[in-house]
C-alpha cells in the first residue's frame, strides 16, 4: 500500500488542523493504520493508531483528549484531527500501516510509512 499525507501547516497555539492520509490499493480495509510524528531533534514517536474497522482507537498520553484518529475505508483514507495544539506538537507527521490486528507503538512495526506532512505551531 503507499500513502500520501497531506494537511500540515503553519498554525498557533491554540488552533485546530485535520491531517489526511490517502491510500492506494483495494485492501486498505484490511491494515491497522497510524500516526507517528518527529519533531524537531527527537525520535520518531507514537501519535495514535486506530483498527481496521475503526472499532477501536489509541492515543498517545501527550495527545489524549486533543487528537482524534478516524478513517474512511470506502475512500481509503485515514484522519488526524489536532485540536488544542501546542508549540510542542511541532514536528513531520507520518501516517503508517500494517496488515494484520494489532497495532503497536513502536515505528518498526509498520511495514508501510507516507511521505510526511510537517505541522508547526507557534506560541
Known amino acids: 500500500v503507499q500513502l500520501q499525507a497531506s494537511g500540515g501547516g503553519l498554525v498557533q497555539a491554540g488552533d485546530s488542523l485535520s491531517l489526511s492520509c490517502a491510500a492506494s490499493?483495494?485492501?486498505?480495509?484490511?491494515?491497522?493504520m497510524a500516526w507517528f510524528r518527529q519533531g524537531p531533534g527527537k525520535e520518531r514517536e507514537f501519535v495514535a493508531a486506530?483498527?481496521?474497522?475503526?472499532?477501536?482507537?489509541y492515543y498517545a498520553d501527550s495527545v489524549k483528549g486533543r487528537f482524534t484518529i478516524s478513517r474512511d475505508n470506502a475512500k481509503n483514507m485515514v484522519y488526524l484531527l489536532m485540536n488544542a495544539l501546542k508549540p510542542e506538537d511541532t514536528a513531520v507527521y507520518y501516517c503508517?500501516?500494517?496488515?494484520?490486528?494489532?497495532?503497536?507503538?513502536?515505528?518498526?512495526?509498520?511495514?508501510?510509512w507516507g511521505q510526511g506532512t510537517l505541522v508547526t505551531v507557534s506560541s
Open positions: 503508517a500501516a500494517v496488515g494484520g490486528s494489532y497495532y503497536s507503538t513502536k515505528d518498526d512495526y509498520y511495514a508501510y
Open positions: 490499493g483495494r485492501t486498505f480495509g484490511t491494515y491497522v
Open positions: 486506530i483498527t481496521q474497522r475503526g472499532g477501536s482507537t
